[in-house]
Each structure stands twice: as C-alpha cells, then as structure tokens.
C-alpha cells in the first residue's frame, strides 16, 4: 500500500463538477492498493497517520498529530501510486489492486480514521477528480506499508 501524505491549510475534491469532499487544516492522503493489501495493511497505516507528529507546534517545530491540531483527513483514491516505470516511458499498473479489491481497502483505511476520532472526508472511488490543496510547509510524506508494517518517507 502506497500512500502520499500532504499538511495542507485546506484541500477539496471535485467529481463530476461538484465538490465531494472537503476539509480545512488537516492532510490530504492518497491512497494506492496493491496487490497483497489488506485489511490489516489498511488499519496499520491509519493508526501510523492518525499519530502522525508532522504539525508545528508553538516554536515551529513538528511536534503535534492530528488530534492536537483538531486537523481532519480528506482521503482520496490513486491507483497511479502503484505504477511501475521500468519498462519504458508509459507506466504499467500490473501491482495495482483490481477496483472490486481495492474499494474495501480504501473504505476500510477511512473508515478506521474515523474510528479513531478522526473527521474524514473522501474522494469518490473510481471516479475522474479534481483536487484543490493547498499545501501547509510544503510538506508531503510518502507511506509504504508492507507486511502490516508502515514505513514513512520524508
């Protein structure tokens, strides 16, 4: 499971003309399955998101979660994260989870924030988007959770 974690100040995402999903401070994360995600991949990178110490606290250092912050999530779907460029120019989606399997991992992953006390927004799976963020720092983290165990990259 590939994941792409920006800090925005706001974030909303558009289908079909119309806006879907919306939040203020919080993060934007999109969300690729791949085969051999899961469930418990899904609820490992929640839970690793959800304490995410990447907000800046009073002397500007990142020291604060979600929580902290009374930050939400705005979740969206993004099968491209798992593309594999090593045979050329046009990426191939071999890794990438069928749509019927990755809907329930995706629906989990959010679902589990909210269990945590999270507020979560979400993208409409499947579907042409538009997102609007605007990035907090910047700062954009990328998330490889394999064997149930989240990895963060900065």
Excluded: C
């Excluded at 969300?31 to 110490?53: F, P, Q, S, T, Y």
């Excluded at 989606?93 to 006390?117: N, V, W």
């Amino acid at each position: 499971m590939r994941l792409v974690i920006q800090r925005v100040s706001r974030a909303e995402v558009r289908a079909q003309g119309r806006v879907v999903g919306k939040i203020g401070q919080g993060l934007l994360v999109l969300v690729g399955a791949e085969r051999g995600d899961d469930g418990v991949a899904a609820e490992e990178a929640a839970r690793k998101i959800a304490g995410l110490r990447i907000f800046e606290d009073a002397q500007a250092k990142m020291n604060l979660a979600l929580a902290d912050v009374g930050g939400g999530v705005l979740v969206v779907s993004q099968f491209t994260l798992a593309a594999d460029f090593s045979r050329g120019r046009r990426p191939g989606f071999e890794k990438a989870l069928p749509a019927s399997e990755a809907r329930p991992i995706y629906e989990h992953f959010a679902k589990t924030l909210e269990i945590l006390g999270i507020p979560v927004a979400t993208g409409a799976f499947g579907e042409k988007m538009e997102v609007e963020l605007v990035n907090d720092g910047p700062a954009t983290f990328v998330m490889t959770v394999e064997s149930g165990e989240p990895r963060v990259e900065g």
